[in-house]
C-alpha cells in the first residue's frame, strides 16, 4: 500500500513537471522573445552586465506594440525592481564610504569584481574626480566591457577613474594574479552578484583571498541572495553566457554572516530589500589586523 501512494506520488510529480516544463518552453518562452529584455535573458546574456544596464535604463523596447508591453511587464516584476534598488543601496555605500576617506585625506581606491558595466561607479562620475576614486572594475563578458566604456564615453575615457579590464574572477588565481599586478592596493571591493554562482566552500574560498587582498580598514561590499519570486522562471527559460540554465544559490542571510566572519571581516552589516530577495552585506578588514 505504501509503495502504491509512493508510486503514485512520484508519478504526480513527474506529470506536473512535464506541463511546467510546457508552459514555460512553448508557452512563455515565445513570449518572452517578442521584448528585448526577455530575448536577451533567454538566448544567453541573463547573467551579463548587458543585461543588468538594460534593467537599470527601465525603457520598454520589444518587437511590436505588444513585444513592448511584455518587455515593460518583465522591468515591473518584482525581482527586477529588487535589482534596481540594490543598485541604489551600493551607490549609497559607496558615497559613505568615499566621502568618509577623502575626509581622511585618503583616496578611495576600488576594485569591483563581476562589475557588468559598474554602473554605480557610473553614477558617481559627476560627483568625483580622479582625486576622490581611484577603479578597476573586472568582467568576462566583452560585450559588457564595450558597452560600459561606450557609456563613459570615448572623450571622457582618458579622464575617467575607470579602468575596464577583462578577467575570469570566478577562478580564484586570477585575483592572485590582479594582487601581484596591481600598484596599489584596494580599500573597497565590490563583489555585486558574486557569490549567487559559488557552492558555499567557493565562497569560503574566494572571501579569504578577497580578505588578504584588501587593505588594512578596508570595506567589502557585497549581495547575497536570499530569494526570488522569479526563480522558476529564471531557471525554465534563462540562460547564462555559459549557455546554462540561469540557476543560482540562494543563502539566508545569517549564512553569509558566518562566513564573511569566517574569513575574517568584522563589522559585518545585512540589509535585506523590501522584497526579501537581495542582501546587501559589507564588512571591514580590522586596521590591527596581526
Not at 534593467?55 to 518587437?63: F, S
Not at 518587455?71 to 534598488?85: H, I
Not at 563613459?152 to 575617467?160: F, H, N, R
Not at 562566513?259 to 559589507?282: E, K, L, S
Request: charge should be positive; hydrophobic fraction near 35%; proline fraction near 3%.
Amino acid at each position: 500500500m505504501e509503495s502504491t501512494e509512493s508510486e503514485i506520488g512520484e508519478s504526480s510529480s513527474k506529470l506536473r513537471d512535464k506541463v511546467e516544463d510546457f508552459f514555460y518552453k512553448k508557452i512563455i518562452r515565445p513570449l518572452l522573445l517578442t521584448s528585448r529584455f526577455g530575448r536577451q535573458s533567454v538566448l544567453g546574456k541573463a547573467d551579463s552586465g548587458v543585461n543588468f544596464e538594460y534593467i537599470y535604463r527601465n525603457k520598454a523596447e520589444g518587437i511590436t506594440v505588444f513585444g513592448r508591453l511584455v518587455d515593460r511587464v518583465l522591468l515591473n516584476l518584482p525581482s527586477v525592481k529588487a535589482t534596481r534598488n540594490r543598485k541604489d543601496n551600493i551607490v549609497k555605500i559607496l558615497k559613505n564610504e568615499i566621502e568618509n576617506n577623502y575626509l581622511l585625506g585618503q583616496k578611495t581606491k576600488i576594485l569591483d569584481v563581476g562589475c557588468g558595466t559598474s554602473r554605480y561607479l557610473l553614477e558617481l562620475q559627476n560627483e568625483y574626480s580622479g582625486d576622490h576614486i581611484e577603479a578597476l572594475c573586472l568582467d568576462y563578458d566583452a560585450d559588457s566591457i564595450k558597452l560600459a566604456k561606450r557609456l563613459i564615453g570615448v572623450p571622457a575615457q582618458a579622464k575617467s577613474f575607470i579602468r575596464y579590464t577583462r578577467a575570469n574572477v570566478m577562478r580564484i588565481e586570477h585575483l592572485k594574479y590582479l594582487g601581484r599586478r596591481l600598484k596599489w592596493t584596494p580599500n573597497v571591493l565590490i563583489a555585486s552578484g558574486f557569490i549567487y554562482y559559488l557552492d558555499d566552500e567557493g565562497v569560503r574560498s574566494a572571501l579569504r583571498e578577497i580578505y588578504r587582498h584588501l587593505d588594512r580598514g578596508g570595506l567589502l561590499v557585497m549581495s547575497s541572495i536570499q530569494s526570488s519570486p522569479s526563480r522558476k522562471l529564471m531557471e525554465k527559460v534563462c540562460t547564462t553566457q555559459k549557455k546554462e540554465n540561469w540557476v543560482l544559490n540562494y543563502r539566508e542571510p545569517e549564512a553569509v554572516r558566518k562566513m564573511m566572519i569566517g574569513a575574517g571581516f568584522r563589522g559585518v552589516v545585512i540589509g535585506q530589500d523590501p522584497w526579501g530577495m537581495y542582501n546587501v552585506c559589507t564588512g571591514r578588514k580590522p586596521w590591527d589586523e596581526s
